[in-house]
């Protein structure tokens, strides 16, 4: 089996990437949540819970659940004098300017964490107070600040492991993340698929380091020969445009053809699967709001000199969504099933708790937040067989069961 392989988001799932909600949460406070974006302040415990039953169910249906923290401690593990590399890279992309605080952090963590313990706790993010009494010695910044004080904030928004990267047929996007928060969380992934014996050797198709930002909740693959990446408040032209080159330039990818979907660019509907996802070969679950406010625009590789920029080709498609969906994923027809169905206030509210964001494990069968009673009902009578999840904690971060996971191998039938 090889270590990435998805071409589109419906084939069976076989592994997927995860990771468990962990102490990074205890330290959203109030003050901190619109840095953090967070909307509210989830209880762990409960967090917790509703996580290891979505991993539970995944299992059940026959994938393989690996997690995030896992892949980054079998990296370290096997790479001598990889941790030292890793801790200073996290403590300068952490705001740690200082050599004197990098140092003394380096050796706190070092002192006080191993193993996947110091992964957990790189994300949890570390207190002025946990560094002992005699840290006000050293400068006057330390003297004033409170002992609560975050010296290197948490990372809340990584058990959403869709964004900061997304695989692509054989090869990975490792994404530059808009907000500086969020950012950093792609340092895993960036250590992961260079150093890891298992994915060390995994074509990329974006590096992080680029200029451009572009999320993973943004780039949903519609068949091996498509893949489609929303405009979003979370996503540019730019990146989509220089992934479309990398695509097209890989001999031994199949990407021909991306559809780059515009969506309003407000948090509501931060990326595309948060207003779209597709649940069997001819089926979508979509917002309603959003289907008289959809540009679609068609992105191939130039044969000729005369392009329209560079070496690509960009024409606005002049098509309704559903026919666009159908051609581009060679079926006569699909189904674009509303999220809160012809209720706009049940939409609005679904939506905003993740009606639309589904996890296809196989066609036609979807996991969901139960919350969203409205949507999953009207699924079910569109014959969808529909998994319901608790969410009354994972929700409060904006992101449904699509966002949770990262698939990392789906059975290889094109569908």
Request: glycine share 6%; proline share 4%; charged share 30%.
């Amino acid at each position: 089996m090889k270590n990435i392989s998805v071409i589109n988001e419906i084939n069976p799932l076989k592994k997927v990437l995860l990771h468990r909600p962990g102490r990074e949460l205890l330290n959203l406070t109030p003050d901190s949540l619109e840095e953090l974006l967070f909307d509210d302040i989830p209880y762990l415990k409960v967090a917790q819970d509703e996580h290891d039953y979505f991993a539970k169910v995944l299992r059940e249906n026959g994938v393989e659940v690996v997690y995030l923290e896992d892949l980054m401690y079998e990296t370290l593990n096997n790479n001598s004098g990889l941790t030292k590399k890793f801790i200073y890279q996290w403590l300068e992309e952490g705001d740690i300017k200082t050599k004197r605080w990098r140092d003394k952090l380096y050796e706190y963590l070092t002192n006080n964490y191993q193993g996947k313990d110091l992964i957990l706790k790189t994300i949890e993010g570390i207190t002025l107070k946990e560094m002992g009494d005699d840290i006000k010695k050293y400068s006057l910044q330390d003297r004033i600040a409170p002992l609560d004080d975050l010296i290197v904030k948490p990372m809340p928004n990584l058990y959403f492991q869709r964004d900061p990267f997304a695989c692509v047929g054989s090869g990975v996007v490792l994404n530059r993340m808009l907000y500086l928060t969020r950012r950093r969380e792609t340092i895993y992934g960036e250590y992961i698929f260079k150093y890891h014996p298992n994915y060390k050797d995994v074509k990329h198709y974006y590096n992080r380091n680029n200029h451009a930002n572009i999320e993973g909740g943004d780039i949903i693959n519609l068949s091996k020969n498509v893949l489609a990446i929303g405009i979003s408040q979370r996503t540019s032209p730019d990146a989509i445009e220089l992934i479309s080159r990398n695509l097209f330039n890989d001999e031994d990818c199949l990407i021909d053809t991306v559809l780059a979907i515009k969506i309003p660019s407000t948090r509501a509907f931060m990326h595309l699967d948060t207003v779209f996802t597709r649940v069997d070969y001819d089926k979508y679950t979509i917002h309603p709001a959003i289907m008289k406010r959809l540009e679609v625009y068609e992105i191939k590789k130039a044969s000729r000199k005369d392009a329209n920029i560079d070496d690509l080709d960009i024409k606005l498609l002049d098509m309704d969504l559903d026919k666009i969906l159908a051609k581009y994923t060679n079926v006569d027809a699909v189904n674009l099933i509303y999220c809160g169905g012809d209720d706009m206030i049940a939409a609005a509210r679904e939506q905003w708790n993740d009606g639309s964001n589904t996890l296809c494990i196989k066609p036609g069968t979807i996991i969901c937040y139960e919350r969203n009673e409205i949507t999953n009902n009207l699924l079910e009578k569109n014959g969808l067989n529909v998994i319901r999840i608790p969410s009354a904690e994972l929700s409060r971060g904006r992101g449904g069961p699509r966002c949770m996971s990262m698939p990392l191998v789906r059975e290889e039938k094109d569908g």
